[in-house]
Structure formats: C-alpha cells, structure tokens
C-alpha cells in the first residue's frame, strides 16, 4: 500500500549545526510534498512544502530538495538554533481525488545550547 | 480570518458520556478533516468532508459521528468511548476538495482523556 517513509526518527545537533531529515515515498503519482512542525503541545504547523514541477525550495534557513527519480524529499535546516526542537513530520497525498495526506511517522529535533 | 479554532481544549469523559468537539474556520475553504494523534505519532486521518458530505471514512468505529452542518463548522459526536480512544483530536481545513496540493491548516486540537 501506498506509505511514507521517515528517517531518522531522532536527532540530536549543536547550535548552530545543519539537520536532514529524509522521507521516501511510494505512490509515482504525488506530486506534493508538505513539511511539518510539532512543537510540544501545539498544533502542526507547514514549515514548507514541494511541488514535483520544482527539485529545491528555500525559506530562510529551511530548505527541501525532492528527487522525483527516486521518489524521496528531504529537509535541511542550517544554522538550528533551539526554537527548531520539535516533531517534524513530513506527507504525501496518495493517488486519490479526495486531498488525503499520508504522513511520515515523524522525527524528533533537538537542537542544543 | 486564516486560522483554525477548536473547542474545548481540553475534554475529560466516562466511556458512557455524550460530548462533542467542534471546528470553525472562516477562510472559505471546503474541504474538512478529523485526524487521532496519539503522543510521538503522526496524526491519523478518520474522517474527510468534501463541500459538507462525507467522502472518507477511514474505517472508524461508530463511536465516533461526525458532523458537517454548514461550510464552517466541522463536529465530532463522541459517544460511549473507550480509554484507548484518549488522544489529540485535530481538525483540518483546504482550499478545495480533492485537489492534493492544498495546503491543509489545522486547529490547535482537542486533548481528550477517557476514564
């Protein structure tokens, strides 16, 4: 069935340090690729997302690259500062007419002081 | 308005207790969703509301009745519900039904506890 892959479930940087987190997916037909993030207690909130006609977005720190070819996208934060620890979770719409997203089961960012 | 609000916050029941959660937003968007999310998981979709009709149920056990009565408002009738059934309750909203690259906005969710 149609899923989406997310790793590394945890990660632990310094201040100041870049992280990546990468999903995989299965359906060839999402075209549309969300990012996620969970502060503790809080609703999920978009962060960026991807469309499949564009290989690399940014927004300040935050970027997503998506390789169609090999059907996974990825997130890199530069320069993390402690505010960027929360649950990040990435999603795909699966091959449907009915908007249903199916999410990564998320990654846990700390950044350290 | 560009926000998604839902009450209560916060919702302790009995497994025979009647109660209801509710959704608003007020940014024109038709299509509307339930999501489960238990703790250090991903939210799991339950039911989908396409222009104020039922388009996906996701299998999810009568217990749970949503409600649809006008573009805005998006309930969630809980009835006679199980301890395992306590989680954050999130309601979402898009654009337009149907099309996979709108963006989905959630509330703040409802945090319930069943005793």
């Known amino acids: 069935g149609e899923n989406v892959e997310q790793h590394p479930s945890t990660l632990s940087v310094q201040e100041g340090d870049s992280a990546v987190i990468k999903c995989t997916y299965s359906d060839s037909a999402s075209n549309y690729f969300p990012w996620y993030k969970q502060e503790l207690g809080k609703r999920p909130q978009l962060i960026i997302d991807i469309r499949s006609n564009v290989g690399e977005k940014k927004d300040q720190r935050i970027a997503v690259t998506l390789n169609k070819t090999a059907k996974h996208f990825s997130l890199h934060i530069t320069e993390t500062q402690p505010e960027d620890s929360a649950v990040y979770f990435c999603?795909?719409?699966?091959?449907?007419?009915?908007?249903?997203?199916?999410f990564g089961q998320g990654t846990t960012l700390q950044v350290k002081p | 308005d560009t926000e998604v609000t839902q009450t209560p916050k916060h919702l302790v029941m009995g497994m025979t207790n009647k109660k209801s959660l509710k959704c608003e937003q007020h940014?024109?968007?038709?299509?509307m969703y339930w999501y489960k999310q238990k703790a250090k998981k991903p939210p799991e979709l339950m039911f989908v509301?396409?222009?104020?009709?039922?388009?996906i149920n996701e299998s999810v056990p009568s217990r749970f009745s949503p409600e649809c009565p006008n573009s805005s408002l998006l309930n969630l009738h809980l009835h006679a519900l199980q301890p395992e059934d306590s989680a954050l309750y999130l309601c979402?909203?898009?654009?337009?039904?149907?099309?996979?690259?709108?963006?989905?906005?959630f509330g703040p969710g409802t945090r319930l506890t069943v005793l």
């Open positions: 940014m024109g968007h038709r299509a």
């Open positions: 979402a909203s898009s654009h337009t039904p149907g099309r996979l690259t709108d963006t989905q906005y």
């Open positions: 999603a795909a719409p699966i091959r449907s007419n009915t908007g249903k997203l199916i």
């Open positions: 509301y396409s222009y104020e009709k039922l388009s």
